[in-house]
């Protein structure tokens, strides 16, 4: 009886699957958790989606304790508490900590990156900061991958992963400030989804 973890499998995807398929086929006691970007597609995989971290209503009124039932909220304060000596979440703050946690969409690392700026800018000076977001989350954990330093690296690093079909087709994409619908999806990138057809 095992499990073995595979870890960040979307830059080696295929290899991942095999390696899966050959354990799994051989050792019916063995279990497997991959985490990766895209799905391995090997024989009786179940696949799990995971969202980004739940964020609070963008508009209310919360207190502290009411946001921190959020799990954006929850890491973005347990980080900014470790490296902030003497920070404490109150009241007055669920404004300022709500509307991080929106702009950076719950997203994890984002979270913990802004969370170890808090201590330098506080957070009026984070929440304001945060329109040149990728000149503010630059300290990562030393001993972190490269990737995981800096918000430009994790973009930059999951970028280089995709086809230059799927590159096309993100330059046209970037053209939407927020959400977009399928048809003007479409639209966008017409002449790039022609390929496919």
């Excluded at 086929?25 to 739940?54: C, K, M, N, Q, Y």
């Excluded at 506080?122 to 900061?129: D, E, I, K, M, N």
């Excluded at 503010?136 to 001993?143: A, I, Q, S, W, Y």
């Excluded at 991958?145 to 430009?152: H, M, V």
Aim: hydrophobic fraction near 45%; glycine fraction near 4%; charged fraction near 20%.
């Amino acid at each position: 009886q095992m499990l073995i973890v595979l870890d960040n499998c979307e830059h080696v995807v295929q290899a991942a699957a095999t390696v899966a398929e050959a354990v799994l086929a051989t050792a019916p006691g063995v279990h497997i958790l991959a985490t990766s970007r895209e799905p391995l597609r090997a024989t009786a995989e179940w696949v799990i989606r995971l969202p980004s971290l739940e964020l609070p209503p963008a508009s209310g009124q919360l207190t502290a304790q009411q946001a921190s039932a959020f799990a954006a909220v929850q890491l973005f304060t347990q980080r900014t508490a470790a490296t902030c000596s003497g920070f404490t979440f109150t009241d007055d703050d669920v404004p300022h900590v709500t509307e991080i946690c929106w702009r950076l969409d719950g997203i994890p690392l984002a979270l913990e990156l802004a969370a170890g700026r808090v201590a330098q800018l506080g957070l009026r000076g984070l929440h304001t900061a945060l329109e040149d977001r990728f000149a503010v989350l630059t300290k990562g954990r030393r001993t972190a991958l490269p990737r995981q330093q800096t918000l430009r690296a994790a973009i930059d690093w999951s970028y280089e992963l995709l086809s230059e079909d799927q590159k096309a087709v993100l330059r046209r994409l970037s053209i939407f400030a927020g959400a977009f619908s399928f048809d003007s999806a479409v639209a966008v990138c017409e002449d790039d989804l022609s390929a496919y057809t």
